[in-house]
């Protein structure tokens, strides 16, 4: 590396921390306010931030909520799937632990209004353009992601009698985002170990 390329790379680094530093903020503004809420003028009041330097950052209105979903789902994953799926076992425990990923998720309060993606889905539920698109198939992932662990733990024999794979991972889905809903709503993390019995029940054979 050549002197006159260190200070170029030392700008670029610090311009990928700002930009990183600006959408967590963005992803906690928008599970308060609403994603349709998020704008470069609203952020840069949120962050005391420029409006100029935002639009520098991102461009325009769709581009920071496309880049909020991304951080959002960067954080879903170093949150919830990894750790879940660390142990590189798929079947009824890693399906566990991602039911209580996701639970402990919530009940810390990693964004303010919840489950970033629930509240995207119910905002963005029915409406055309890309950020609509991209929440969807985040949520998509997610739904994927149950069902295969599901799957691979009907195979292996660990789930009760004649359960039917694609059932219990709706089920599994529904009891996380509906605890998420109830949770926030009404600030009562009591629902957590009512939800973390529940999934117990559905997965024990």
């Not at 997610?142 to 359960?163: K, M, S, V």
């Amino acid at each position: 590396m050549t002197n006159a390329e260190a200070p170029e790379r030392r700008t670029r680094a610090a311009g990928e921390l700002s930009r990183r530093r600006v959408l967590e903020q963005a992803a906690q503004l928008a599970t308060v306010e609403g994603l349709d809420g998020l704008s470069v003028g609203r952020l840069a009041e949120a962050c005391g931030m420029p409006k100029s330097s935002l639009y520098q950052l991102f461009g325009s209105k769709e581009q920071l909520q496309l880049a909020t979903v991304e951080a959002a789902r960067e954080s879903f994953t170093k949150e919830v799937v990894l750790p879940a799926l660390a142990s590189n076992n798929p079947g009824r425990a890693q399906l566990l632990a991602l039911c209580k990923g996701y639970l402990s998720y919530i009940e810390r309060r990693v964004f303010p209004g919840g489950c970033f993606f629930v509240g995207a889905a119910a905002e963005m539920g029915g409406r055309p353009g890309r950020v609509a698109q991209r929440v969807a198939q985040v949520q998509q992932e997610w739904r994927d992601l149950l069902l295969y662990e599901a799957d691979q733990a009907a195979q292996q024999g660990e789930l009760p009698t004649n359960t039917e794979p694609a059932q219990l991972a709706f089920e599994l889905g529904v009891i996380l985002a509906g605890t998420n809903i109830v949770s926030v709503l009404h600030d009562d993390n009591t629902v957590i170990a009512r939800a973390d019995n529940a999934i117990h029940a559905r997965l024990t054979p």
